[in-house]
């Protein structure tokens, strides 16, 4: 089934959702008007509906291979890299300066979901390119964003990330490679870097890639760790690609999904870096760059959603199999309209939060203002675990929809499925997530989290004095965020950081159920007779009430997890 852009799912979201407007406000965003962004997300749809879904089924049945050292890319990708390059997609938010669009992450954000939904295995490769350049517009010299940014933001080059290492995963500060200094004060690199994402491609000038690295004398963890630019090919004095660089690229990953994305294991032999940003300072510049890839790959699991979601819908308007009272296809029958009303629900539950961050995001840039900072902060983590949660959940509900089809590759659903897995692992996992949300985003004693609870309680009193059905579902959702709260302030009194983690999954995502329910509340606001109050209904009524067993799961401590010992769980 032809993917079909959401243009007008974004357009609603934007406007009566996540307030953009807002965003198009501020003097850095002016020109971003709505009329702009809706231009130029229909062009962004138009691009990935023509030159992207057509790669889908490609990048699966023909994987990325290595072949005599370098990766040959599955058919079609070049022109695929090279649609989104020419159209400019991969530098949306980058810098004018450097010849980027200059746009708010919100529009990145959807581009990448729309991107994401057509061909995920290609969409991998301009974000971390983007990843890339917001790290180098951060930290990087004048020089250095002088030669790569603009190479980068245009297509012509693209960029990667490497952090894991075969004994440092999670834990970055157990990397070992190196970083010795040369006398014309760039570095030799030497070390192996795993699971690096299009660490290699056949249709780019050179692959720029950022490596986490020690220098000798430095200290242990992650206080010691400094950041540096290795090219594939060390760029000569007018800056084209020029001798090659002493890294390799030793395998590729066989991996249960993105086939078409080539995940490279990475040999670097004293390869010639430069550092990026100050010494012992590569957490910080790495962070810059993760954090936004955090909001990409929880769109990532979104955009997956839709594709699995339309697949779905399609095939079950056309099945015909069974009699019901409503008709003679598998979407007239009760338990396919539950699957895929809850698939839908769920993906502009998701959807909405990921905006939010986007738009949080945003605001934070364009003011400076610390609680745009801090709401932007604490939404990063649950809108990348929550949204690929939904990504998963929707891809296996999609396979459920088509029946045994659904186990049939022919179908792609089952594609979706696999593509989508990783997005709960990778850019951190979706546990270390939610430790992160309960930890470090609580430090400030819980105020960014109160602040966003007492907008959904507003904006709830304000449609309970709707009267009607509005006012029942406001009241469902003003108590689950009282019940939020309560538990909130649980969590905060924990003085032990293991009882907090113990109970952070269900807490993320108890906290994802109310924000949906109150950016559904806010749909139903919007469309009070329509379709919208249909499906808040629906999500308030049913999905919601989940809120309550994941909080009394949440403040339960870690003294359970811990009753068992090891000996006896693997009796």
């Known amino acids: 089934m032809p993917y079909r852009a959401p243009l007008a799912e974004f357009d609603f979201i934007l406007d009566q959702i996540v307030g953009y407007d807002r965003v ?46 370098v990766v040959r890319t599955s058919p079609g990708f070049g022109d695929g890299w090279r649609a989104i390059a020419e159209g400019g997609w991969v530098g949306i938010a980058g810098t004018p300066e450097h010849g980027g669009m200059g746009l708010p992450m919100t529009v990145t954000t959807a581009v990448n979901d729309m991107m994401s939904a057509a061909c995920l295995s290609l ?20 020089e250095m964003k002088a030669l790569y940014l603009p190479k980068l933001i245009s297509g012509e080059w693209t960029g990667t990330m490497n952090l894991t290492e075969p004994q440092a995963g999670s834990d970055v500060g157990a990397l070992i490679t190196k970083a010795e200094r040369n006398d014309d004060g760039s570095f030799a690199i030497t070390g192996q870097k795993i699971y690096i994402t299009w660490g290699d491609t056949d249709f780019a000038g050179n692959v ?60 670097y032999d004293r390869a010639t870096g430069w550092l990026v940003g100050g010494e012992n300072e590569g957490m910080a510049a790495m962070f810059t760059m993760m954090n936004n890839a955090r909001l990409g790959v929880g769109v990532q699991g979104i955009g997956v959603a839709e594709g699995a979601y339309q697949n779905a819908f399609d095939y079950a308007l056309n099945r015909k199999q069974g009699r019901s009272y409503h008709g003679y296809t598998i979407a007239a029958h009760a338990d396919v309209r539950r ?122 009193e304000d449609a309970r004095a709707q009267g009607g059905e509005l006012s029942t579902l406001a009241e469902g959702v003003w108590q689950a965020t009282e019940s939020l709260r309560e538990a909130t302030e649980w969590m905060v009194a924990q003085e032990d950081l293991t009882d907090r983690f113990a109970g952070a999954v269900p807490y993320l995502r108890a906290f994802a159920r109310v924000l949906g329910g109150h950016f559904h509340l806010k749909a139903a606001l919007a469309d009070p007779t329509g379709p919208r109050m249909a499906l808040a209904r629906f999500y308030i009524t049913r999905l919601l009430p989940e809120h309550e067993g994941l909080l009394a799961h949440a403040q339960r401590g870690s003294a359970d997890l811990y009753a068992l010992s090891l000996d006896d769980l693997a009796a």
């Open 24 to 69: 198009a406000a501020t003097d850095r965003f002016a020109e971003a008007t709505p009329d702009t962004v809706r231009a130029v997300l229909s062009e962004a749809g138009k691009m990935t509906e023509a030159a992207l879904v057509p790669l889908q089924r490609a990048g699966d049945q023909h994987p990325a291979r290595l072949e005599n050292g």
């Open 123 to 142: 969409q991998l490769a301009p974000l971390m390119s983007q990843g890339q350049i917001e790290a180098l517009e951060h930290h990087a010299s004048d």
């Open 208 to 267: 720029c890639h950022l490596v986490l690295a020690r220098i000798p004398g430095a200290s242990p963890g992650t206080k010691g760790i400094s950041l540096f630019l290795v090219p594939k090919f060390i760029p000569d004095a007018q800056g084209n690609p020029g001798v090659a660089n002493s890294l390799k690229v030793v395998s590729l990953e066989h991996k249960l999904g993105l086939h078409g994305s080539p995940t490279c294991v990475m040999q």
């Open 339 to 460: 699957m895929l009303t809850t698939m839908k629900a769920d993906i502009f539950a998701a959807r909405s939060i990921a905006l939010s961050c986007a738009v949080a995001i945003d605001m934070a840039r364009a003011t400076g203002e610390a609680d745009w900072t801090a709401r932007a902060a604490f939404l990063t983590p649950i809108a990348k675990a929550f949204g690929t949660d939904i990504g998963n959940e929707v891809a296996n509900t999609g396979i459920q929809v088509h029946g045994g089809m659904g186990f049939v590759e022919e179908t792609g659903a089952a594609q979706f499925a696999r593509d989508v897995r990783v997005t709960t692992i990778y850019e951190g996992t979706n546990g270390i997530q939610a430790m992160d949300l309960v930890a470090r985003k609580m430090s400030d004693g819980g105020e960014a989290a109160h602040r966003l609870l007492d907008e959904i309680e507003a904006r709830a």
